[in-house]
T-cell receptor, first 112, second 113 residues
Framework: GESVGLHLPTLSVQEGDNSIINCAYS??????FIWYKQESGKGPQFIID?????DKRQGQRVTVLLNKTVKHLSLQIAATQPGDSAVYFC???????????FGSGTKLNVKP | KAGVTQTPRYLIKTRGQQVTLSCSPI?????VSWYQQTPGQGLQFLFE???????NKGNFPGRFSGRQFSNSRSEMNVSTLELGDSALYLC????????????FGPGTRLTVL
């Protein structure tokens, strides 16, 4: 089955710096990807998504990059703020309705 | 627009009991998915319902079941609870298709003693 993994379980950055969170996926048929942010005691919160016909998508302070050749996804957060501290998950779907596969998560610590 | 709501938020049960969790999706959303989140296994897909039909199923034993009502609200049931069922159970809703954004509820924290 599909597997989605993360390279770095914990990432510490200084406030104001840019953060990059990486994700590898194994199913080359996956065509839809979502990044979620989960704060302690809360459910995952949608950040940004990207479809496989795109390489890059930008939101407010966030950018997702998709490299289908190496099956790699990244989330870039500009000017990281203390409120960005959370666990970030990538999720993939391969035309299988809403059966998403989630990575193990990366914890982002933002130091003031 | 109200978000996804889940009840109860916290639940304590003992082994062998059964439990029913409820999820109300965002208005207009017809798909409801359930996930189990544990520190060891992360987020794992349980099942998905659309128009009162189970459309997708994950790799969980038959003790885990669910259903969806005509108003898209969904319930999941776990019978004969085991200690390993202790987890955060998350519900997510979306409009319909697999490229529609899934929005999660706050989850139900189940503790099995």
């Amino acid at each position: 089955g599909e597997s989605v993994g993360l390279h770095l379980p914990t990432l510490s950055v200084q406030e104001g710096d840019n953060s990059i969170i990486n994700c590898a996926y194994s199913n080359s048929a996956s065509d839809y990807f979502i990044w979620y942010k989960q704060e302690s005691g809360k459910g995952p919160q949608f950040i940004i998504d990207i479809r496989s016909n795109m390489d890059k998508r930008q939101g407010q302070r966030v950018t997702v990059l998709l490299n289908k050749t190496v099956k790699h996804l990244s989330l870039q957060i500009a000017a990281t703020q203390p409120g960005d501290s959370a666990v970030y998950f990538c999720a993939e779907n391969s035309n299988n309705f809403n059966k998403f596969y989630f990575g193990s998560g990366t914890k982002l610590n933002v130091k003031p | 627009k109200a978000g996804v709501t889940q009840t109860p938020r916290y639940l304590i049960k003992t082994r062998g009991q059964q439990v029913t969790l409820s999820c109300s999706p965002i208005s207009g959303h017809r798909s409801v998915s359930w996930y189990q989140q544990t520190p060891g296994q992360g987020l794992q897909f349980l099942f998905e319902y659309f128009s009162e039909t189970q459309r997708n199923k994950g790799n969980f034993p038959g003790r885990f079941s669910g259903r969806q009502f005509s108003n898209s609200r969904s319930e999941m049931n776990v019978s004969t609870l085991e200690l390993g069922d202790s987890a955060l159970y998350l519900c997510a809703s979306s409009r319909a298709g697999h490229t529609d954004t899934q929005y999660f509820g706050p989850g139900t924290r189940l503790t099995v003693l």
